[in-house]
């Protein structure tokens, strides 16, 4: 797939309940998280025939997410970032990933987010 191309799949907003925090305080809680995932096939979206197998199953990378996020405790959203897009990447047909996680941690904002965008 040629990397500029605009297809992809994403998957908007996945809540997810994690351990995560720098303080023992903050990771003795589960936090929800939400994931964002934009996912760019190796097979652009014209080239797939109505065949599942030719694209990425989004309920499995669904559920691959899930199981990794809470697989065990993290301090930084940032590490499991990156582990979401080297999973991602490893396991599924694609060619480029754009992981956002957000934690709704500090008050009087909505959010803090990391963003990545990682590539083979």
Known sequence: ??????????????????RVGVTDAELSEIQQVSICLQLFPTHPLTQLGDDITRTVDYHVVNERVKDLAIAHKRRLIETLAEEIADMLLTEFNLSRVIVQI????????????VKLERGI
């Open 102 to 113: 957000r934690k709704f941690i500090l008050p009087d904002t909505d959010y803090v987010a």
């Open 1 to 18: 797939m040629d990397s500029s191309s605009a297809d992809s799949i994403e998957i908007k907003n996945l809540k997810v309940g994690i």
